[in-house]
């Protein structure tokens, strides 16, 4: 099992720049491919990012695709979204979430065992 902590959110103006952090805990999360995802009001969860356990394969929703950059640091146990040129549509709770499967990057809510409280994210025109 592992918990995961979000990290990084807050308020920022269009076009500007964010990097939030997800920390888990125990010495298994190498072992686990990671994604992130967000929330707006009112809207479905929403797919972002995903990374593979040793961080050698990324994915993109098409919709942050050259915007957002996910990465990790296992010997920290951490993994980052990086998120540029943000707009007011970015605007959501973003949660990281941890999947243990041991093959393929998930792009669904129910390929994730393990989720982050969320963080935040506002973005003003």
């Known amino acids: 099992q592992v918990q995961l902590v979000e990290s990084g959110g807050g308020v920022v103006q269009a076009g500007g720049s964010l990097r939030l952090s997800c920390a888990g805990s125990g010495r298994t999360f190498s072992t686990y491919a990671m994604g992130w995802f967000r929330q707006a009001p009112g809207k479905e969860r929403e797919f972002l990012a995903a990374?593979?356990?040793?961080?050698?394969?990324?994915d993109y929703a098409d919709s942050v695709k050259g915007r957002f950059t996910i990465s990790r640091d296992n010997a920290r146990n951490t993994v980052y979204l990086q998120m540029n040129s943000l707009k007011p549509e970015d605007t959501a709770v973003y949660y990281c979430?941890?999947?243990?499967?041991?093959?393929?990057?998930?792009?669904?809510?129910?390929?994730?065992?393990?989720w982050g409280q969320g963080t935040q994210v506002t973005v003003s025109s």
């Open positions: 990374i593979s356990r040793g961080g050698i394969n990324t």
């Open positions: 979430a941890a999947d243990r499967r041991v093959y393929g990057l998930g792009r669904r809510s129910y390929d994730y065992d393990y």
